[in-house]
């Protein structure tokens, strides 16, 4: 069984800065593909940066160059850093992991994350 737990997520205004945090209590963590979605209201959710066990990184076209998505294997968890914040990056972020060797897939609770000024 995995816990994943998020958190980082609050108020900010445009431009600016904030760091997700997600633990990820269980076993298999250095080898699960991590992502990291989000979900404004009225809208579905989203994929918007995903970290291999590699290390290796993509994100959606709408954060790509502002967010960066890293892992720490030594503390199981895994964070996304969000510069120049945008209004519309306002929405709940939800940290999933797809766990080795099962393939189960595990979501967090989500975080809010509002920009506003």
């Known amino acids: 069984q995995v816990q994943l737990v998020e958190s980082g997520g609050g108020l900010v205004q445009p431009g600016g800065s904030l760091r997700l945090s997600c633990a990820f209590s269980?076993?298999?963590?250095?080898?699960?593909?991590m992502r990291w979605y989000r979900q404004a209201p009225g809208k579905q959710r989203e994929l918007v940066a995903t970290?291999?066990?590699?290390?290796?990184?993509n994100y959606a076209d709408s954060v790509e160059g502002r967010f960066t998505a890293s892992r720490d294997n030594t503390k199981n968890t895994v964070y996304l850093q969000m510069n120049s914040l945008k209004p519309e990056d306002t929405a709940v972020y939800y940290c999933?992991?797809?766990?080795?060797?099962?393939?189960?897939?595990?979501w967090g609770q989500g975080t809010q994350v509002t920009v506003s000024s």
């Open positions: 999933n992991a797809v766990q080795w060797p099962s393939g189960t897939t595990y």
């Open positions: 269980g076993i298999g963590f250095s080898l699960s593909t």
């Open positions: 970290i291999s066990s590699g290390r290796n990184t």
